[in-house]
C-alpha cells in the first residue's frame, strides 16, 4: 500500500470519527431523516424543480423543526409554521440574526457583506444607513411615485406595439422594475434594447434563480468545479455586475457636485468623511449596489409576472380590479400612491398574489453563533437555518383553500381590507426583506397603471397556462406562458 493511499484511509476514518464525536457532543438534536456516512442527505433532492415541496414532506414526518446534515458535521435546520418561525424570528429573533459565514457560493458571491449577507454592528448600521439613504432620496416620496408611474407608461407603451398578440413578456415586466432600480441608484434609466442593459438583466436573472442555501456546492465546495454544476455561470455573473458597478461610481466620482446630489450614489459619496468610514466607504456602496439590484430586481419582477398570470386565468377578479380603477381614478389619470386606500381589492388581489405565488419560499439563510435551545431542541453553532415561509403562506390551517387565488380573503364582508397577521411574503423580524416598502409601491403602481390600460387574455385556441411553481434558487418562478394583453 502506497503512502498517499495510507494517508487518504487516514483522512476518510479520521473524518468518520471526527463526525461521529462532534454527533455525540450534540444532545437532544433536532429529528430528521437518515443520512448516509459523510456526504450526509447531500443525494436526498438532486435536481428537484420543487425543493421547498420536498421539505414540507419532512414536516408532516417530523414535525416544524427537522435536521438534515450535509458533510460529516454541517447541519441544515429547517423550521415549518407560523408558530416556530415566529418564535425564531421574532422571541429569539437575536439568536437567530445573523447569516451564515460557511456556504461556498454565497460567500464567493457576497464576501459576508451588505445588507443582505452582512453581520455584526456594522452590518446594523450599514442597514439603517441604507434604509435612510433610500428614503431621503426618494422612497415614500412623490419623486419616486412619480418614476415609477413614468416607466409603467413606457412598459405600457411597449405592451401596446405588440398589438394584442400572443408575447411572452416576463422579461418584459424585468426590464420595467430593473429601471426603477437603476434610477434609484444611477439616476438614469435604460432603453429596453440597450446591450448594457440586456447583459444586467441576464446577470441579475442567473443569479438569482441559481443561488440558494440548500446547494450542495455551499458544503461540498469541490461540487462547483464538476461541469454540471452552475458556480462559473454565476461567478462570470456576478463579475460583470460587479464591473458595470464600479464603472458607475467611478463615472459619479468624476461628476460629482455635492449641490446637486443625483441619485444613491451621490449620497453616498456625499457621506463618506462624514459619517463612520467603517460603513460609509467604497466597497459598502459597491455591495449595496450590488444588492440592491439583485433583490430589488428579480423579486419584483417575478410578482409582476405571477399577477399577470394569475388574472388572465381568473378573468372575474381582473374584472373586479378594472371596474374599481375606473370608478375610483378613472382613465384619464394614472393610478396614484394615493389612491390605494379606495382601489382595496386591488391591494388585496396583489397580497394574494404574493402569498400563493410564495416568491420566495424559504428565507435567505439564518445561523446561529453558539450552541442554541430553540423548541425543546439544541440547534448546534453554525448551523445552516432555513425558515420555511411557505409552510405558513399556504398552511390550509390558516387559509381556507389555500391553493385557490382568492382576494376576499384580505377583505371584509364589506370590501373593507383586513390584516391578516399570518400574512409572511417578506418574513419577520430583523433580518425581514428591507425592500418591502419599494416592492408594494411597485406593485401597486405597475399592476394598477398596467389594468387601467390593458386587459390580460389567454391566446386564443391556447389551454390555459400552468400555475404551477418552479422553485429554481431563491424564487418560485411560473413555467413560460404567452399572453395578449390587449388595449381596454
Not at 444611477?186 to 446591450?195: A, K, Q
Request: aromatic fraction near 10%; charge should be positive; charged fraction near 25%.
Amino acid at each position: 500500500m502506497s503512502t498517499l493511499e495510507v494517508l487518504l484511509i487516514a483522512l476518510v476514518c479520521f473524518i468518520i470519527v471526527y463526525a461521529l464525536v462532534l454527533r455525540r457532543s450534540h444532545k437532544n438534536l433536532p429529528p430528521g431523516p437518515r443520512s448516509l456516512p459523510i456526504v450526509g442527505n447531500l443525494f436526498d433532492f438532486p435536481g428537484s424543480k420543487h425543493v421547498y415541496k420536498d421539505f414540507l414532506e419532512y414536516r408532516e414526518k417530523y414535525g416544524d423543526v427537522v435536521r438534515l446534515s450535509f458533510g460529516p458535521s454541517r447541519d441544515f435546520i429547517l423550521v415549518f409554521g407560523h408558530k416556530a418561525i415566529h418564535k425564531g424570528l421574532i422571541e429569539q429573533g437575536n439568536d437567530f440574526k445573523f447569516r451564515p459565514t460557511n456556504l461556498y457560493l454565497i460567500n464567493k458571491l457576497f464576501h459576508g457583506k451588505g445588507v443582505l449577507f452582512g453581520n455584526g454592528e456594522i452590518h446594523q448600521k450599514l442597514r439603517k444607513f441604507t434604509l435612510d439613504t433610500l428614503k431621503s432620496f426618494g422612497l415614500g416620496k412623490k419623486i419616486l411615485e412619480e418614476r415609477i408611474q413614468d416607466e409603467a407608461r413606457i412598459l405600457a407603451d411597449e405592451l401596446k406595439s405588440y398589438g394584442g398578440q400572443p408575447r411572452d413578456i416576463r422579461k418584459t415586466l424585468k426590464k420595467a422594475v430593473a429601471n426603477i432600480i437603476s434610477g434609484i441608484v444611477y439616476g438614469s434609466r435604460f432603453d429596453y434594447g440597450d446591450p448594457d442593459f440586456l447583459l444586467l438583466i441576464k446577470n441579475i436573472e442567473a443569479i438569482f434563480t441559481t443561488i440558494a442555501g440548500h446547494l450542495p456546492e455551499n458544503f461540498w465546495p469541490f461540487l462547483a468545479f464538476l461541469p454540471s454544476s452552475k458556480t462559473r455561470l454565476v461567478l462570470d455573473a456576478a463579475g460583470d455586475m460587479a464591473k458595470y458597478a464600479r464603472r458607475r461610481i467611478k463615472e459619479h466620482r468624476e461628476t460629482f457636485n455635492p449641490k446637486n446630489i443625483r441619485d444613491f450614489v451621490d449620497l453616498y459619496l456625499k457621506a463618506e468623511g462624514q459619517e463612520n468610514e467603517e460603513v460609509v466607504n467604497e466597497e459598502n456602496m459597491f455591495r449595496d449596489i450590488i444588492d440592491l439590484s439583485i433583490a430589488g430586481t428579480e423579486s419584483t419582477a417575478t410578482a409582476l409576472a405571477w399577477a399577470v398570470l394569475y388574472l388572465m386565468t381568473n378573468p372575474d377578479v381582473q374584472d373586479k380590479c378594472q371596474k374599481e380603477i375606473i370608478e375610483n381614478v378613472g382613465s384619464g389619470r394614472a393610478v396614484s400612491r394615493s389612491d390605494k386606500e379606495k382601489l382595496q381589492y386591488l391591494d388585496a388581489t396583489i397580497k394574494e398574489t404574493l402569498r400563493l405565488a410564495s416568491i420566495v419560499p424559504l428565507a435567505v439563510p439564518h445561523t446561529v453563533l453558539k450552541d442554541t435551545q430553540f423548541e425543546g431542541y439544541t440547534i448546534p453553532k453554525d448551523s445552516t437555518i432555513i425558515f420555511h415561509v411557505n409552510s405558513v403562506l399556504t398552511d390550509p390551517n390558516i387559509w381556507k383553500n389555500p391553493d385557490k387565488f382568492q382576494p376576499e380573503r384580505f377583505l371584509t364582508e364589506e370590501g373593507k381590507k383586513t390584516k391578516k397577521e399570518l400574512f409572511v411574503p417578506f418574513s419577520l423580524g430583523l433580518r425581514s426583506c428591507p425592500g418591502k416598502p419599494l416592492a408594494t409601491t411597485e406593485l401597486f403602481l405597475f399592476l394598477g397603471n398596467l389594468l387601467q390600460r390593458f386587459t390580460f387574455k389567454i391566446p386564443p385556441g391556447c389551454p390555459t397556462p400552468s400555475v404551477e411553481r418552479v422553485h429554481t434558487g431563491l424564487t418560485c418562478q411560473p413555467h413560460p406562458y404567452q399572453v395578449c394583453a390587449v388595449p381596454n
